[in-house]
């Protein structure tokens, strides 16, 4: 392979199951990285790819939107930006940026800029990105012919020491992995967000659905359980047997 060749060579990288196309030049460009490490000349008979030109990393796919980014333009994009998507596929935290970051040996400060900490841009993304999480753990419950979507959001999260963690106290926001990840994100700011837009974020969902009943309560306990909301989002509509027996073999 020749050296021109080389630099222009398009390849796939499988971050995580999260597959991305882009140039080798497009990577060595900053060999001071890890993969601008990686992907000069020099070590290319260390590599072994897949299917020609598709290599494998086991990390976070989604963060990686980012990481790759940074080598077309230079520039890390935080989340919480204007520019960044709030869907449940494409938003990651800043912690899990960081991580990577790190990881990729990717120069950037991580100083924070603290005349952008309370910009209301930025905390209304987090809010309609929380909002669009509870939308959609609602659609997957009744997925699972659940009628009731309940999820706790606690006040602050006991976990720097393990021993101090109350028995009751789950590790995780909802027992199905779908929904615990979507709202893994909100997992400190939920019970803020609540105390603060509980009644607009019910009229919002209500407006989409309005068989929907909302309950909220505040549970507040004593030391060291920390205080949660209790939220339960019933349907007056029960599942309609009849109709689901039409559309399956068992009713034919």
């Known amino acids: 392979m020749t050296e021109f060749s080389s630099r222009n060579e398009r390849i796939i990288l499988n971050v995580g199951g999260f597959k991305y196309e882009t140039y080798r030049s497009t990577l060595t460009a900053y060999p001071d990285t890890l993969l601008g490490t990686m992907f000069q000349a020099r070590n290319h008979s260390l590599l072994h790819p897949t299917n020609d030109n598709e290599y494998f990393v086991d990390r976070n796919g989604r963060a990686f939107h980012y990481i790759l980014e940074f080598y077309r333009t230079?520039?890390?994009?935080w989340p919480n930006d204007d520019s960044v998507q709030t869907c449940c596929c494409t938003q990651i935290s800043r912690r899990e940026l960081i991580k990577e970051l790190d990881y990729f040996q990717i120069p950037v400060s991580k100083d924070i800029d603290l005349k952008n900490v309370d910009n209301p841009k930025?905390?209304?993304i987090?809010?309609?990105g929380f909002v669009t999480a509870l939308g959609e753990a609602i659609?997957?419950?009744r997925q699972d012919y659940q009628i009731i979507l309940q999820v706790k959001f606690y006040e602050r999260l006991p976990i720097h020491n393990?021993?101090?963690?109350p028995k009751n106290l789950p590790t995780q926001i909802h027992s199905h992995p779908q929904i615990d990840r979507l709202f893994k994100p909100y997992i400190s700011s939920g019970y803020y967000i609540l105390d603060m837009f509980s009644k607009h974020i019910e009229s919002h969902i209500k407006s989409l659905?309005?068989?929907l009943r909302w309950c909220l309560d505040k549970r507040f306990k004593y030391e060291p359980e920390p205080t949660y909301y209790d939220l339960k989002i019933i349907g007056n509509s029960l599942l309609d047997k009849d109709e689901i027996l039409k559309y399956s073999y068992l009713g034919k």
């Open 162 to 165: 393990m021993k101090d963690i």
């Open 209 to 211: 659905m309005p068989d």
């Open 139 to 141: 659609c997957i419950a």
């Open 122 to 124: 930025s905390l209304a």
């Open 126 to 128: 987090k809010l309609d």
């Open 74 to 77: 230079g520039e890390v994009i």
